[in-house]
């Protein structure tokens, strides 16, 4: 059975936890499952997060209690040390499509149409906008036999031209803390392609501090 996320939300570290290997299974496949020192690097990067977060480790292991308990992650053996994958398609029932603009909207925030195409770009080609939003619409119209809708399409803020929309994995959304507008639309568009290009390194960073035995940046 799915689970509920109405009844038990995730919390903001689970949410972010979950988000970060959603992602990293995408986007750096040769190292994944994740080390918890990659785990938390990548929950704690600067571009591609809204809102930015600076989780400890006891913050992750905690997270990743929660999760394991929902069957939404699951510990990999035979390593020297513990990796962590997730298990989100299978645990909430949902396709790959509708997987990969939840894991967005949990790392990114609030989002359009448009801008979940353009973030999910190194997940997932979506055809076009029209596709995206005709996952969002199964999302937010799920039944409550499946658990219950899993996304919401948020007012329209002033001067925006796009509603934008929010994942219900943590609980009902305030729609007042969402209400402001979206940036323009080819601003957006740079930040986004130099954000993707930043974690690129990062991960790449990581993944070589890791092999190599080093701490990561920042890590004492």
Same mark, same amino acid.
């Not at 059975?1 to 570290?13: G, V």
């Given at each position: 059975?799915?689970?509920?996320?109405?009844?038990?939300?995730?919390?903001?570290?689970?949410?972010?936890?979950?988000?970060?290997?959603?992602?990293?299974?995408?986007?750096?496949?040769?190292?994944?499952?994740?080390?918890?020192?990659?785990?938390?690097?990548?929950?704690?990067?600067?571009?591609?997060?809204?809102?930015?977060?600076?989780?400890?480790?006891?913050?992750?292991?905690?997270?990743?209690?929660?999760?394991?308990?929902?069957?939404?992650?699951?510990?990999?053996? *035979?390593? +020297?040390?513990? !990796?962590?994958? &997730?298990?989100?398609?299978?645990? /909430?029932? #949902?396709?790959?499509?509708? =997987?990969?603009?939840?894991?967005?909207?949990?790392?990114?925030?609030?989002?359009?149409?448009?801008?979940?195409?353009?973030?999910?770009?190194?997940?997932?080609?979506?055809?076009?906008?029209?596709?995206?939003?005709?996952?969002?619409?199964?999302?937010?119209?799920?039944?409550?036999?499946?658990?219950?809708?899993?996304?919401?399409?948020?007012?329209?803020?002033? *001067?925006? +031209?796009?509603? !934008?929309?929010? &994942?219900?994995?943590?609980?009902? /959304?305030? #729609?007042?803390?969402?209400? =402001?507008?979206?940036?323009?639309?080819?601003?957006?568009?740079?930040?986004?392609?130099?954000?993707?290009?930043?974690?690129?390194?990062?991960?790449?960073?990581?993944?070589?501090?890791?092999?190599?035995?080093?701490?990561?940046?920042?890590?004492?």
């Amino acid at each position: 059975m799915s689970p509920n996320f109405a009844e038990r939300p995730l919390t903001p570290a689970e949410a972010r936890v979950l988000g970060t290997l959603m992602e990293k299974a995408r986007t750096v496949p040769d190292s994944y499952p994740l080390s918890l020192n990659a785990l938390l690097t990548g929950c704690n990067q600067k571009t591609a997060r809204e809102p930015v977060m600076e989780l400890s480790e006891p913050d992750v292991i905690e997270a990743l209690e929660g999760l394991r308990e929902r069957s939404l992650v699951i510990e990999s053996s *035979g390593s +020297r040390v513990p !990796r962590y994958e &997730h298990n989100f398609m299978r645990g /909430v029932g #949902v396709p790959e499509q509708s =997987a990969v603009l939840l894991g967005t909207l949990m790392l990114r925030g609030p989002q359009t149409a448009g801008e979940l195409r353009l973030n999910c770009e190194r997940w997932y080609k979506f055809l076009d906008i029209g596709s995206v939003e005709a996952f969002l619409d199964e999302l937010q119209s799920r039944s409550e036999s499946a658990g219950g809708p899993l996304v919401v399409k948020l007012p329209r803020a002033a *001067g925006a +031209r796009e509603a !934008r929309w929010a &994942h219900l994995l943590g609980g009902p /959304v305030s #729609v007042s803390a969402s209400a =402001a507008a979206p940036e323009a639309s080819g601003l957006a568009d740079r930040v986004a392609a130099l954000e993707a290009t930043v974690q690129r390194l990062e991960a790449q960073l990581a993944h070589l501090s890791e092999q190599l035995g080093l701490s990561q940046p920042g890590q004492n």
